[in-house]
């Protein structure tokens, strides 16, 4: 009740939350330089963690799919987004296959999550909309942009070289590259974990007034495409 009446103490209580984010991210990349002198590498407590955030994303959205029916078509996109980017961190494991596997790996996950959400298009848009309206969708903008942009340019070899001069290492480049990344796979945790659990509740809710048995398909359609463009699940929140 004091949440709802204090909005100022939902925004302390988020920001303590990715304080705590920023915390863990930092003090896993200080475990694996200054206890196991591993120089980040691909066997390393960071890129376990990244794989597992990765994950734990990937389930989370698989969860809400097979729970929420009204939804399942965007969320099984998202849980194959993360599931493909999953498989691009595991890329050193299928380089054993040979040099580039995961590719084709990414390639039939992509394809298989949007056979099944094309199975369940009617949902589609519903639950792309039903994300993007809500508060948590922001932290996966900023996680995306992090670990697709932000960490790519910042760890480039070229200003790391320049920069250092003859004091380069490869290490230090490494571990600025995957510490970033690893922040950033952490916020979109943060927002699945935000987003999805309960949803299977407020989708009821939201279907309460959903049209009667006898009512045409379509026009059901209709109805459950308005009833996610006035974002109940975000109202439900604040």
């Known amino acids: ?69 009204a939804l399942r078509g965007g969320c099984i996109l998202i849980a194959g987004f993360y599931a493909a980017l999953l498989i691009r961190e595991l890329d050193y494991y299928f380089d054993a296959i040979y040099h580039g596997a995961w590719l084709w790996f990414a390639l039939i996950t992509t394809a298989a999550a949007l056979w099944f959400a ?8 519903p639950g792309l909309n039903a994300f993007t309206r809500h508060p948590a969708s922001g932290y996966t903008l900023c996680g995306l942009v992090t670990i697709l942009i932000f960490s790519r340019l910042f760890g480039m070899s070229a200003f790391w070289q320049t920069l250092l001069g003859d004091n380069y290492v490869m290490a230090v480049k490494t571990a600025i590259e995957e510490g970033t990344e690893l922040m950033g796979y952490t916020l979109c945790l943060f927002s699945s974990v935000w987003f999805c659990p309960g949803l299977k509740t407020k989708t009821r809710a939201l279907l309460l007034n959903r049209p009667a048995p006898l009512q045409e398909p379509l026009q059901a359609t209709e109805n459950l495409a308005y009833c996610a463009s006035a974002n109940p699940i975000r109202d439900s929140l604040n």
């Open 1 to 69: 009740m004091l949440r709802r009446k204090c909005p100022a103490l939902n925004t302390f209580i988020i920001f303590l939350l990715l304080a705590n984010c920023a915390a863990l991210s930092v003090g896993i990349l200080f475990v694996d330089v200054l206890c196991l002198h591993n120089h980040v590498g691909e066997i390393s407590v960071t890129e376990f963690t990244q794989e597992a955030l990765l994950l734990a994303c990937a389930a989370l959205w698989l969860r809400s799919a097979l729970k929420t029916p």
């Open 118 to 125: 094309r199975r369940w298009r009617h949902s589609v848009l």
